[in-house]
């Protein structure tokens, strides 16, 4: 079993930065292709971003690329998302999922059926 933990959300003020933490453990391996969705109230849950399992490629959805960066580190098991120029669509309880490695990630990392493991959210709130 592997268990995902978020960190680092919050309230923030439109324009602002904050870093979100997905931390790791239990039968984690470092091929785990990953990734950050996120739901918002009243929508459903959305691709954010993902990194593959050696950190050597990433994706985003186009509502954040250029502000939001998406980074793993596999010696502590952990991977980061960095977020900048934040806006006030951007609040929502953001979530860590994590894949087995597999080949045709390239293809699927948008979809939330794709990933094994979830983990329970962590807020963030962006204030106008």
């Known amino acids: 079993q592997v268990q995902l933990v978020e960190s680092g959300g919050g309230l923030v003020q439109t324009g602002d930065s904050l870093t979100l933490s997905c931390s790791a453990s239990?039968?984690?391996?470092?091929?785990?292709?990953m990734a950050w969705f996120r739901q918002a109230p009243g929508k459903e849950r959305e691709f954010v971003a993902s990194v593959s399992w050696d950190g050597g490629s990433t994706w985003y959805t186009d509502s954040v690329k250029g502000r939001f960066t998406v980074s793993k580190d596999n010696a502590v098991n952990t991977m980061t998302l960095q977020m900048t120029d934040l806006k006030y669509e951007d609040t929502a309880i953001y979530y860590c999922a994590a894949a087995d490695h597999n080949p045709n990630h390239y293809l699927n990392y948008f979809q939330a059926p794709w990933y094994d493991y979830w983990g329970q959210g962590t807020q963030v709130t962006v204030s106008s």
């Open positions: 239990g039968r984690i391996s470092r091929r785990n292709d």
